[in-house]
């Protein structure tokens, strides 16, 4: 079993930058961003196999958020830019066997975007 903790969220205004950060217990995982917007379904936006050289995203989020895991550290990164109000949910790192079977999760760290 492996523990996650999130951190970086906040409130930024549209067209700014917010990079999260998700601390493991373990590296030996893939990892992915899900976010849940008020209302709406949690859905991935992002997620990276053990070593980095695989990487998904949403379509919503190709080409202004980038993945990236630091295995020496046990942490996996969601570089955020060019936000949107859109954007805003509470952000979840997640951790399990296959980009299809993340199964366990930090406790979120919420991303408000202004416009």
């Known amino acids: 079993q492996v523990q996650l903790v999130e951190s970086g969220g906040g409130l930024v205004q549209a067209g700014g930058s917010l990079r999260l950060s998700c601390a493991a217990t373990a590296s030996s995982y893939v990892m992915g961003w899900f976010r849940q917007a008020p209302g709406k379904e949690r859905e991935q936006v992002a997620a990276?196999?053990?070593?980095?050289?695989?990487?998904i995203y949403t379509d919503s989020v190709k080409g202004r958020f980038t993945i990236s895991r630091d295995n020496a550290k046990n942490t996996v990164y969601l570089q955020m830019n060019s936000l949107k109000p859109e954007d805003t949910a509470v952000y979840y790192c997640a951790a399990g066997a296959s980009f299809r079977s993340l199964s366990y999760w930090g406790q979120g760290t919420q991303v408000t975007v202004s416009s």
């Open positions: 990276i196999n053990w070593s980095g050289g695989s990487t």
